[in-house]
């Protein structure tokens, strides 16, 4: 249901038993291969590993790629670490399953053709989160070399108790809650998983600290990473959220965009600025949002770990999406990072034989392809990218002609700071 419903294979079969993996490899002869492993997006409770088509990727690269599922839902994001020991970390079950995934890749990796040595995570939206949750995480530092967060918004958020909620949703005392959500209906758990959900949180088990803490911790022992985010993240939203839904999804996004700062202050700035568009008042919330997950890591990452790197993605689609252009929205770079525009793949906007759509498909996957080899995104057909640092802020721009450009997003980032916005 749900997104995945509209832009996924509506035939898959749900299923609980969901810890599998997807492998594409040119040949399983050699073990030197550099793995690109992706995290797929949803929301934490939707979307599938299964959507995306590797091939492509690994035959223009030479290059292992790998897809995985993992748990969604209450079945992966529940927050009921207070009820004790057996269910602690819970909040990041689905986290967990990834680094699952990561150590299967460290022990079997070699069979398909890849290199242990040489693992690049990088994933989109709830999977670009996933990614910068795995850098909070220190039972996964060893499993992964490079990083690339798509739309992500870091690891930062207080654990929230979502006992109280759940044993009134099913009617029951608290202190039975784990004997009766082992033994619930999974149909009933996806309807009780708004009440429930709690994920990019420091858990204190799984996500010991918050991204940019992780990073700063880690130092120049960590990994390289390129974050970015997209010009019209929030048209996706306002296009698959009716209008009656915003006053109760944009609070609820605020809340991710302010960090634990003042939500009630960030969200006064914004009706000032589109007091009578309810539409783009939504829309700044969810820009604002994975503007701050990219700007803030990126700059991170190079200040204080082993280098960032910031894209903005500026493509505008070519084909509708629910009867509307949605400009360069949430997702829309999927296509040009596995190089499937031309083919049917999860959220295709673009025309295939647009020649702008194809050079930036083969510059931008080459780009992914070279930085998982080498740790750097330079030498694959885009301008020269410097790291990003706060004192130029050197972004860059992916269009028809993409280009670097400095400063970018000055004024945005500066309001979103006087209003207490961390990054």
Known sequence: GGLSGLIGDDNRVMDEDCLV????TQSTEGDNRPVLFWIHGGSHYEGSGNDYNGARLAAQGDVVVVTLNYRLGLLGYAGISSLGEA?????????????????????????????????????ESAGGA??????????????????????????????EDRVPALAKALGVEPDVLGATLRDVAVER???IR????????????????????????????GVPLIAGFNLDEGTLFSSIIPEFAYP???????RAVTGGADTARYLAAIDAEHPEDAVKHFEQIWFDMFLRGAVGTAQRATETGAGGWLYRFDMKA??????????????????FTFNTVSEDSVLNLYDGDDPDVVRLAEQWSNTIIAFARTGNPNGAGLPEWPQYRGSNRSTMVLNAESRVETDLSKDRVAKLKSLGVPF
Do not use: C
């Not at 993996?21 to 594409?24: A, E, I, K, Q, S």
């Not at 109760?248 to 605020?254: E, L, S, Y």
């Not at 070519?318 to 296509?335: K, M, N, Q, V």
């Open 130 to 159: 996933s990614v910068l949750a795995l850098l909070a995480s220190p039972v996964a530092d060893a499993l992964y070399h490079k990083a690339i967060s798509h739309s992500g918004v870091p690891a930062t958020g207080v654990r």
């Open 194 to 221: 708004d009440v429930g959900m709690t994920a990019g949180v420091v858990d204190g088990a799984v996500v010991t600290r918050s991204t940019p803490d992780a990073i700063a911790d880690r130092g120049a022992s």
């Open 318 to 335: 070519t084909l509708p999406f629910l009867g509307s252009r949605l400009g360069a929205t949430h997702g829309a770079e999927i296509g």
């Open 21 to 24: 993996l997807n492998v594409w």
């Open 189 to 191: 758990l996806h309807e």
């Open 248 to 254: 109760a999804v944009g609070p609820m996004i605020a």
């Open 87 to 123: 269910y602690r970390g819970t909040e990041s079950n689905g986290y967990r399953d990834q680094i699952l995934a990561l150590e299967w890749a460290r022990d079997n990796i070699a069979d398909y053709g890849g290199d242990a040595a040489n693992v690049t995570i990088f994933g």
